[in-house]
């Protein structure tokens, strides 16, 4: 198949291009299959847990090939809770790989749990 004025477009091949491309790219870093070797839980603060309040906190990961992390992003969730999120995953090892990689994690903090 090839891109006409008359048959797409030049919006239309360039949808098509971007397309292909996406199927046939592999995926620069993610691996949601990078095994997790050391986990530290995060320290629930102990203010917030004792008023009851709890939540899920979503983060972007880095992983450098090595298995450490190289920094973490914030992706939602309670921001006082965050902080605590973020230093715990700051210390989580992963199996080494041949390049650095990235996932997505949710740590919940539930007030009613011991």
Do not use: C
């Given at each position: 198949m090839t891109c006409r004025p008359g048959s797409f477009g030049v919006y239309g091949c360039y949808v098509l291009l971007m397309l292909v491309a996406a199927c046939v790219l592999p995926a620069q870093g993610q691996d949601a299959a990078r095994k997790l070797v050391k986990k530290v839980d995060a320290q629930y603060p102990a203010a917030l847990?004792?008023?009851?309040?709890?939540?899920?906190?979503?983060?972007?990961?880095?992983?450098?090939?090595?298995?450490?992390?190289?920094?973490?992003e914030v992706l939602g969730g309670s921001a006082a809770l965050a902080d605590a999120a973020q230093?715990?995953?700051?210390?989580?090892?992963?199996?080494?790989?041949?390049?650095?990689?990235?996932?997505?994690?949710?740590?919940?903090?539930?007030?009613?749990e011991q």
């Open positions: 847990k004792h008023r009851g309040i709890g939540g899920t906190v979503r983060l972007k990961v880095y992983i450098k090939a090595d298995g450490g992390v190289r920094e973490s230093k715990a995953v700051a210390q989580w090892r992963f199996a080494p790989a041949s390049a650095d990689s990235l996932m997505e994690v949710s740590i919940v903090f539930n007030p009613n």
